[in-house]
């Protein structure tokens, strides 16, 4: 099913099946009316395409509709067409939320590079709210953006795994979204247990024991009640073990066998507890070498590792920072109470090329301070006021161009600097690319 999708509204017989055509060669799927009170019923808060209109219609006109729109979803692209050039009438259909407007007779190259644009702002504005929606439902949970090849794998891997109750071990670099997959991973599951975090580094040895295990009263000095373990209270839920090759060699012959039986006692206690949880470990060394220098039990290696995932660092998938950025962003401007910055595709460009040492923690940090006006930029910096102009203005249209810039310069890293490689892989005409290239100051070579 196509991605693309168009309400075409045009009186002219001959007019709306040539735009048609036009619209359906560049990968579009075509709602053709001939009058605005048709396109009216197809209009929806929740349409996935854009509106191309022309402005005058037998009855309601193209602005007309264009009002309706706006009173539907603001956010909703519509393209005016008009064979009457009314320059205080295109200034005022702008200023009324449309989103270009293209004067007859024009070029089908112009056209449909409007509305390719169009509908890729479409496509991150539904994103953007269903992430917030996603949000909102579970505030605790950290979702999992990007559309790159390995993170597209990463949520398969969770789609299958995670209904299966299986222990799974998690393996990555500090800051790259380990807590964010096993919260996930519990989200499929469906389990109505909670889902309990313990960072294995951060806790005293003397301790640990008790707070995963728990302890009956008088077990150690200063027991003085029952006290309930971690996996224990997340019966019917999940455990999160971050750093697990931090856990005591002692204590993992333990968890190997509560693994395996699925129960457990209390430190001084007799009582066998049946165990209802599903373990996710979390680790950012190679566990296998570990157990290979004696440093971790080789068998809960094997236990832990039955199911595993890796996840790559932040600059393996430098497609999904321009996504990253502006989730982030969002949710500290939200956070702050702030405006939200605009950035140009070259900074865009320029941070992408960042190592970014600390991934997508480092990422995140870095929207707080783009946010809080105090981000060294390496191009400068935006300051508060300069954000509140771009975002009033053309916030969005910059952070679209930006992402645009961000999937040219993929497909071209992809494709070995090919254009004509990387043209198809995008879907777009290789001469339009190359105007691309040349409007986003892209150049075609090796970097």
Known sequence: MSKLHAILVEDEHAVRLATTQTLELGGFKVHACSSAEQAFALLAADYVGILVTDVRLPMASGLDLLAHTMQIDADLPVILVTGHGDVVMAVQAMRNGAYDFIEKPFAADRLLESCLRAQEKRRLVLENRQLKKAWAAHPSMPELV??????????????????????????????????????????????KGEFVAINCGALPESMFESEIFGNEAGAFTGAQKRRIGKLEYAHGGTVFLDEIESMPMALQVKLLRVLQERQLERLGGNTTIALDCRVIAATKVDLRQLSNEGK????????????????????????????????????????????????????????????????????????????????????????????????????????????????????????????????????????????????????????
């Open 146 to 191: 990007g559309q790159s090849a390995v993170v597209e794998k990463l949520r398969k891997f969770i789609q299958n795994i995670g209904p299966t109750q299986a222990d799974v071990l998690i393996h990555g670099a500090t800051g790259c979204g380990k807590e964010v997959v096993a919260r996930q991973l519990h989200l499929a599951s469906a389990r």
């Open 296 to 447: 971790f039990r080789e068998d809960l290696y094997y236990r832990l590792g039955v199911v595993s995932v890796d996840l790559p660092r932040l600059n393996a998938r430098r497609e999904d920072i321009p996504l990253l950025l502006a989730h982030f962003v969002d949710r500290a401007a939200l956070r702050y109470q702030k405006p939200v910055p605009a950035w140009t595709a070259q900074e865009m460009a320029q941070w992408q090329q960042r190592d970014w040492p600390g991934n997508v923690r480092e990422l995140r940090n870095f929207a707080d301070q783009l946010v809080l006006g105090v981000a060294d930029m390496g191009l400068g910096s935006v300051s508060a006021e300069h954000g509140i102009a771009a975002c009033d203005l053309d916030g969005l249209p910059r952070r679209v161009d930006a992402y645009e810039a961000s999937l040219i310069a993929a497909a071209l890293r992809a494709s070995a600097f090919n254009v004509a490689v990387a043209a198809e892989g995008l879907g777009i005409p290789k001469k339009t690319l190359y105007d691309k290239l040349k409007k986003h100051n892209i150049p075609v070579g090796r970097q």
